[in-house]
């Protein structure tokens, strides 16, 4: 059978405990029809598909599944991520400030070159705001990535985020193909070179 | 709006007891009904929406990606083969 998607994206959501990685995702099983059944065995995760420039993505996103409440979460999570979500709760400043340890968290665990973004969540609770929008976007240029505010109780945000994280990851997997498959009498690149030594050193985890 | 991917899969017949319904009492016994059939889907990623619960007994069941119901099918851990029941799915045409 032929495959009918161009690219399979894996992707995390990661953040301290409540601040609503799992509505991000799912959504609560308030609802009337919602059986007994599903909600107490948990979901996993989901798949999604999207379109960009015409390809079709598949999303595959997993939920920590309260494994953060430990503070850690194990390299078999990360394995194959190539998406991290960053989660923080607008309204509460310490989760805001765990953004760092998750980070660190991720360079120990998962591969070197994994996408992230960071999403101030619960914006539509502006008048118990803790952390500013400014505090956010300047996190996230200290670190490289972009940045989101997202309202997952009032789908604000949530799906472009997704689609922003995903082009991202697309527009790194096709440059890396196209590095391997150069254009003829195109200068080969040495990427793997490159590469070795990136993850080499931020990948240790016993460092 | 639900996953039905038109030609690609072929019909099943899997004689499969323990679908749940509604839940209604608060024992450990689950309501269960016994589907025949369902439509085989090779490999999860066929799926164009659809959520995967946690693993139970080797297998993971399948729900609405959007509203979260179910189950409307289930993934075995060691085929790696999903079914979908027919039966709990509505069929429209794309």
């Known amino acids: 059978m032929a495959k009918t998607y161009d690219y399979l994206f894996k992707l995390l959501l990661i953040g301290d405990s409540g601040v609503g990685k799992t ?12 059986t007994t059944f599903i909600s107490t065995i948990g979901i996993d995760f989901k ?27 194990t390299t078999a999570y990360y394995r194959g991520a190539m998406g991290i979500m960053l989660v923080y709760d607008i309204t509460q400043e310490k989760s805001f400030e765990n953004i760092k ?13 994994v ?9 539509e609770l502006n008048d118990k705001r803790q952390v500013s929008k400014e505090r956010g976007e300047q996190l996230a240029i200290e670190y490289g990535i ?43 690149l040495k990427l793997t070179e490159i590469r070795t030594k990136d993850s080499w050193l931020s990948r240790c985890s016993l460092l | 709006m639900l996953k039905a991917k038109e030609a690609s899969y072929c019909e099943q017949e899997v004689n499969v007891p323990l679908m749940v319904q509604k ?14 059939h369902f ?16 693993t139970v007994d080797g ?30 799915v509505v069929h429209v045409d794309a």
């Open chain 1, 115 to 123: 996408e992230k973004m960071l999403l101030g969540n619960k914006c």
């Open chain 2, 39 to 54: 439509w085989l889907v090779e490999d999860m990623m066929t799926f164009e929406n659809i959520g995967f619960s946690h």
């Open chain 2, 59 to 88: 297998r993971k069941f399948l729900v609405c990606a959007d509203c979260e119901r179910g189950p409307v099918g289930y993934h075995e851990l060691s085929t790696k083969r999903c079914y979908l029941s027919l039966k709990r």
């Open chain 2, 23 to 36: 839940k209604d009492s608060k024992s450990d016994s689950l309501n269960t009904e016994t589907l025949r």
């Open chain 1, 47 to 73: 798949i999604r598909t999207i379109e960009l420039d015409n390809k079709k993505i598949k999303l595959q996103i997993w939920d920590t599944a309260g494994q953060e409440r430990f503070r850690t979460i």
């Open chain 1, 146 to 188: 972009k940045f989101m505010e997202t309202s997952a109780k009032a789908s604000i945000n949530v799906e472009e985020a997704f689609l922003t994280l995903a082009s991202d990851i697309k527009a790194k997997t096709e440059k890396r193909m196209e590095a391997n498959n150069p254009p003829k009498g195109g200068h080969q």
């Open chain 1, 23 to 34: 509505c991000i995702l799912f959504r609560f099983s308030e609802d009337a029809f919602n």
């Open chain 1, 101 to 113: 340890n998750w980070i660190r968290n991720i360079e120990e665990n998962a591969a070197a070159d």
